[in-house]
């Protein structure tokens, strides 16, 4: 346990360093997530090696620098309602959780198996975090709006239904292409403009259901 708590310790340092982690409170929060909780147990010694680490089902928990840019461009505030679109292993909805305090996180993950690793992982670390096994493509139209959408993982096209779910006002991170790299996208709503800004290119795994990858 120790151990962790260093090595934890010196990649948020790392991460604040380069510039990546910027934000008070969600520095706080990447201090205060384990994410060994949310490996498999091969993989714990790995936890704070700055990498994108197998989960199940051909998934991966990111690398912790691309976690840490998502979040940082989320910009999740005290309270915010906030809907993720891929659970993978459930640590970046409980770095979601730590950062906004008192509101809301709802995610949705479409692979069962990987759906309930995320949920025993989330319960075990103590989160409560609204879980659903669905197509994340469809949002969550009944919990809608929300101020935040994050989706972790590639879209060949933004879901229209994503955009329908955000509030005036609200964030939403993905990153958009097909291929090996896609372009992380942050959308804004401004009443009722859609303003678009890239950040670069980065690799996930692809989204699946109707607005993505079929799954067989």
């Known amino acids: 346990m120790k151990e962790f708590n260093k090595q934890r310790s010196k990649l948020v340092d790392y991460l604040v360093t380069v510039g990546v982690l910027k934000t008070p409170r969600i520095i706080k929060a990447f201090r205060k997530v384990r994410r060994e909780e949310f490996l498999l147990d091969k993989n714990r010694a790995s936890a704070y090696i700055d990498e994108p680490l197998p989960i199940l089902s051909n ?28 659970s993978g292993s459930g640590y970046q909805a409980a770095i979601l959780m730590e950062s906004i305090i008192k509101g809301e996180v709802h995610t949705i993950e479409i692979i069962r198996e990987v759906y309930e690793f995320a949920k025993n992982n989330l319960l075990r670390a103590g989160y409560n975090v609204n879980i659903y096994c669905m197509d994340g493509g469809e949002g969550l139209p009944d919990k ?23 509030k005036d006002g609200g964030v939403l991170v993905i990153p958009v292409g097909k291929g090996m790299s896609q372009e992380m996208t942050v959308i804004k709503k401004d009443k009722g403009r859609i303003i678009k800004e890239l950040l670069g290119l ?15």
């Open 144 to 166: 809608a709006p929300f101020d935040k959408i994050i989706v972790t993982c590639a879209a060949p096209v933004i879901p229209e239904p994503l955009i329908r779910q955000l």
């Open 202 to 216: 980065f690799a996930f795994v692809p989204l699946t259901g109707k607005f993505g990858v079929k799954l067989l």
């Open 59 to 86: 998934q991966t928990i990111s690398q912790p620098t691309t976690i840490a840019i998502m979040t940082e461009a989320l910009n999740p505030m005290k309270g915010d309602r906030i809907l993720e679109i891929g």
